[in-house]
């Protein structure tokens, strides 16, 4: 049996039209231990011989037969078996890969061994066998010819394959060098087969076991020179019991180190594609953080969401008493309730007065109103006690206005009324309203303020007259400075202009609407008379810039006068409150308790119907924006395909070196696909990077619409995904023309 077998095989060239002969009817048998010389006139067929023999070309004619297996019928993944167990091939143009040190060249071949120390010691031990230990770490491209040849050499016996060819593999090479590599071919050839393609037959003439001339694409003569190195091949030598598959674990492992070595060999190109990455990702980053702009507003409840929390109003629509629900929330094991929770549901502008240089500023913002909160972590200051005190929670971008090492802006008014603020804890999430937090007594006041701000009249009318003759609208305030009782009047705008004396009345009057938005709506007006002898015009008692110019047109009363009218309104009034239970679950298994007690009651998370067309609208935006993402994305990956086009075909060459090695293709794309995802990683960490810094930096957080953490992963997906995408058609292109055509042989 014969390990090669050519039988009448023909290979023919058709390129642009013109058809050339590669070889035609040669029939050759070779055997381990020849070591055979390939001679003849440029163009005559000796590479076309070769890279049939390699597997490198296909051929048209005849059959070869590999330890007698036909091979016609052999497919891509066929013939890059066979080249992995058989051939190792030695160019002329040497073909290792350049940005490759000797080691990882030689390591290359050397994958099969799993073991990556005993991999590491064989591959030294070979380098020194072919004379390079002093160069191990010397890139390809630092090499002289003899040394990349040698290096070849070193790849080729790391193989042990049982085939080696060499095409011209000293013809770049000074007669010396060329010495000293076709001794080393001899010196490996004793159990292998060593063909030989050389112009010189003198420097083979020594060794050759074989020579064999080719002339005009046939052989010419095949004339053995000895028989010295015969060894007899019956039994089979690598297909019988080396047939088994690599399997898909070493191939990923290898594909893996192989990435690896592939990303640390070209630095340049590298952080190029790590650039390109980093860009990709901050892009998809910052079109993400666009898309959840705006989009969370309408799913809004009717309520407020608290967690335990359950709003509930008589079912004969009756006002709710304060001892009824102190009943029903023993009953009902309820934590606590809360009577008037008007402010629960209500997103309040708050009016922050707050030094800017010499500037007073002016901010509106919106705020949650609670009361009884704590906030997990680190508070700066600490939580109200009195009632006017107030704890602010804010957004990070507000960290200007009320500091982080002390609190800054110490007064905020609410509904026109000063408050103190005693403690602030910032946070990241842009999407949380902001909160504020009081005292039971604050928060009252507070409902009441709201209560106060819309609708209200204050009239001055004369006992004896019928006309009111002076009005004021909207223009009652709050202020801590007035003492119990008291309304101060400013006298120059409001009494000595107006005429007005002691006999004169003032009337409160105020239009509200009652419990808006759970049990409909109905507007009533409520009057109230002062008498003159809750009046002071005792200048000395507003001591606060703002208040003293809002009372002339305001009349300023202290708080407790404000609470008694509000809730004067609220008891005859008010059909809604709210009971808070350790959590939704138990606010849950409440409900039906409250139902049969003859209560509508609703989880404070109950979602708002909205109405079909505002549905729609909303679906359709969404689509919108959806859409608008993913066109985004496929920009990105457009824009990364393009850049990174370029690059990755500077690759082809060493592609095409490692498929002749017979190292398997998809071992390669593995290798590609892991060179790819190292370079994202970088992005992922750019992306994560800016994502912390703009969350972190106030002005930056105030812009940007916070994304939940799932949506990381979902970019990160993304990304991979896109990553992929991209090295997918990347390796398409790398893969598309044959071995022989990327490294175009020997030179002819
Ligand atoms: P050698 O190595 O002996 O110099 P080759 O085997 O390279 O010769 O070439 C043999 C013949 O095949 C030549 O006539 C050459 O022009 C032709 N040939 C080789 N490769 C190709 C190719 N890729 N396309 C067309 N013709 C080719
Ligand atoms: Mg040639």
Redesign the pocket.
């Known amino acids: 049996m014969s390990l090669i077998k050519l039988k009448d095989i023909g290979k023919i ?3 642009e039209g ?1 058809v ?4 035609r009817g040669v029939n050759l048998e070779f055997n381990i231990g020849e070591f055979v010389a390939i001679t ?10 070769l ?1 049939v023999i390699s597997g490198m070309d296909t051929y048209e004619e005849g059959e070869m037969f590999v330890e007698n297996e036909p091979t016609s019928h052999y497919m891509q993944v066929d013939w890059e078996e066979y080249r992995e167990k058989y051939i190792s091939f030695i160019f002329q143009n040497y073909n290792i890969i350049d940005s490759f040190t000797v080691l990882q060249n030689v390591e290359l071949s050397l994958m099969s061994i799993e073991d990556s120390k005993e991999r590491r010691k064989k591959a030294l031990e070979l380098i020194e066998r072919v004379g390079l230990k002093s160069h191990i770490h010397h890139r390809g491209s630092k090499l002289s010819g003899g040394q990349k040849q040698r290096t070849v050499i070193a790849r080729a016996l790391a193989k042990d394959s049982p085939i080696i060819l060499a ?1 011209e593999p000293t013809g770049n090479l000074d007669s010396k060098s060329s010495k000293e590599i076709i001794e080393l071919l001899h010196e490996v050839s004793k159990d292998k087969l060593v063909i030989v ?1 050389t112009h010189n037959e003198e420097e083979v003439k020594d060794f050759a076991t074989r020579h064999i001339r ?1 002339f005009d ?1 046939k052989v010419d003569f095949d004339k053995k020179l000895s028989e010295d190195y015969y060894v007899d091949s019956e039994k089979p030598l690598v297909l019988a019991d080396n047939k088994k598959k690599s399997s898909l674990k070493s191939d990923i492992k290898n594909g893996i180190k192989l990435g690896r070595i592939i990303f640390t060999s070209k630095p340049k190109l590298s952080i190029y594609l790590c650039l390109l990455m980093i860009v990709g990702s901050i892009a998809l980053f910052f079109s993400t953080v666009g898309r959840f702009t705006g989009l969370s507003v309408i799913d809004e409840g009717v309520f407020n969401h608290i967690d335990g929390r359950v709003v509930i109003s008589k079912r004969d629509s009756s006002v709710i008493t304060d001892n009824e629900l102190e009943t029903l929330s023993k009953d009902t094991n309820a934590l606590g309730y809360m009577h008037y929770d008007y402010l629960l549901d209500e997103s309040y502008i708050l009016w922050v007065a707050r030094m800017e240089g010499d500037w007073p500023m002016d901010l509106f913002y919106e705020f949650d109103y609670r009361y009884g909160k704590t906030y997990e972590g680190s508070i700066l200051g600490r939580y109200p006690e009195k009632t006017n005190e107030v704890f602010l929670y804010l957004p990070i971008s507000e960290v200007k206005a009320f500091g982080d090492k002390e609190i800054i802006t110490k007064e905020i008014y609410i509904n026109q009324c000063k408050f103190d603020v005693v403690g602030v804890k910032y946070y990241y999430d842009n999407r949380i309203n902001p909160e504020i937090l009081l005292t039971k007594e604050g928060y009252e006041l507070c409902t009441a303020l709201a209560n106060l701000y819309f609708y209200n009249s204050i009239t001055f009318e004369q006992v004896s007259g019928e006309e009111n003759f002076y009005s004021m609208i909207n223009e009652l305030i709050v202020s801590f400075d007035i003492p119990k009782n008291m309304i101060y009047i400013d006298k120059k705008t409001h009494l000595n202009n107006n005429d007005l004396n002691e006999t004169a009345k003032i009337t409160y009057k105020k239009s509200y609407i009652i419990n808006e938005g759970f049990n409909g709506s109905e507007s009533k007006e409520y009057v109230e008379y002062f008498d003159y002898t809750y009046l002071t015009t005792d200048e000395s008692l507003i001591k606060d810039e703002f208040i003293k110019d809002a009372s002339k047109y305001s009349l300023v009363c202290s708080p407790n006068i404000l609470l008694e009218l509000s809730y004067n309104i609220f008891e005859t009034t008010y059909r809604q409150a709210s009971l808070f239970y350790e959590n939704d679950t138990e606010a849950e298994k409440a409900l039906s308790q409250l139902n049969e007690k003859g209560y509508t009651a609703l989880l404070s998370n109950t979602e708002n119907r909205i109405d079909g067309g505002a549905a729609l609208l909303f679906m359709i935006g969404n689509a919108f924006s959806f859409i608008g993402w993913i066109i985004t994305i496929i920009f990105i990956a457009v824009f990364i395909n393009l850049c990174s086009k370029k690059s990755i075909l500077a690759f082809k060459d060493d592609i095409a070196i490692m498929r002749s090695m017979g190292i398997q293709s998809k071992v390669i794309k593995i290798a590609t696909y892991v060179r790819m995802i190292i370079s994202s990683l970088f992005g992922i960490i750019a992306m994560i990077a800016s994502a912390i810094f703009i969350y972190v930096n106030p002005v930056a957080n105030m812009l940007f619409a916070y994304i939940p953490y799932s949506n990381y992963i979902l970019m990160i997906v993304g990304l991979m995904l896109l990553t992929i995408l991209v090295t997918r058609k990347q390796i398409k292109n790398l893969f598309t023309s044959s071995v ?2 990327t490294l ?5």
């Open positions: 060239y058709v390129s013109n050339s002969v590669g070889i003849g006139e440029s163009g005559s067929g000796k590479s076309t011989l890279n095409d393609v080719i694409g022989r055509v175009k042989g020997g030179a002819n």
